[in-house]
């Protein structure tokens, strides 16, 4: 490339002021890809969320009262000597994102609607049917939690990488919340007056089996580091709790109570978490071989590893007793926790930390 990369301290920040690596070439090529070439994900994300360090001579034009810039990387305790390496796995930006959700929803309700066509639900085992009021209805407000902190978190992403892995996070969370509402709403239609859906919040705010699960939620939501949230959500407590919930009992469950709907509303959810893991592995996979800040930031993942992961166990096992109530049993409560004791230390091995011996054992 003839361009002479500028190296002088430019008093301007007009447009053609400077002359950078791309200058002449007609395609984005100012940042470097990840793979050979650059691809349409990298074109939408990479350097929208603007940096001082990297194209912005006048430092952050927009801050807080007390001073602090519009982005900080202070929001978070983990360290990096470049927060712009990130790239999602799944590519996710704003157009594939809705096309993704659109289909999800669509198909969802070609399923609810295909079973209310046929009856299903009226053939439903009636003590299954008390199951989903109760604890179905109650799990979503984990779910709508986990989306309401996420969707917090990725305001502080110090790159547009990482607040829009956040953020699709979010997105499908607040969409699964939704679609059990509506899933049980209209099961409600069909089934009658025998379906209370005000019971699920009453499970959430009261039933003893829900309480570990609502403060472990509850302790994400209030924490104050992006990164931590995300980090307590993806690798921590949905492979102890929401995927023991979803996977281990729903699924597992659901077609010996002659219910062959909930799982297929619920494997969404299933398939949204292998993107968000997905992409949370890689982002923590980076910090914590950081070349300049690896020790730190193992240091920090492991505190925070330990804190929610104790406070996600508690919610895992104080879960138990719903595995007793299905009137038909095919599987057991010690097979689906020993499968998410397994499923977090497969994580934690692959983001290169060790998972406490009390998580796995």
Known sequence: MSAQVQTAQLKSGAAGAAVFAGSESRKYNYYEPKGRKATHYEDMTVDVQPDPERYLLQDWIISFGDGRPAYSKDSTAAKSSNWHKFRAIDQEWERTHYQRQSTIC??????????????????????W????????????HAEFGLGTATMQAQRYGYTQMINNAVLTNSSYKLRFAQDLTLYLAELGIDIGATLDTAAGKKHWLEDPVWQGARKSVESIMGATDYLEQYFAINLVFEPLVGELFRSGFIMQLAAAQGDFITPAVVSAAEADYERNLANAVELFHILAHEPEHAAHNQGVFNGWLAEH?????????????????????????????????????????????????????
């Open 129 to 140: 049917v008390k199951v989903l009021q109760d604890h179905l209805g109650a799990y979503k």
């Open 309 to 361: 992961g104790a406070l996600a166990l508690e919610a895992a096992k104080n879960l138990q007793p719903i595995w007793s109530q299905p009137r038909v049993k095919v599987s057991s409560f010690a097979d689906a926790l020993a499968a998410a004791k397994n499923r977090i230390k497969t994580i934690t091995t692959e983001v290169g930390i060790r998972a406490p011996a009390s998580l796995t054992a």
């Open 106 to 127: 669509g198909m969802i309700q070609n399923v609810i609607d295909n079973g209310r066509k046929s009856g299903a639900a009226s053939r439903f085992d009636k003590t």
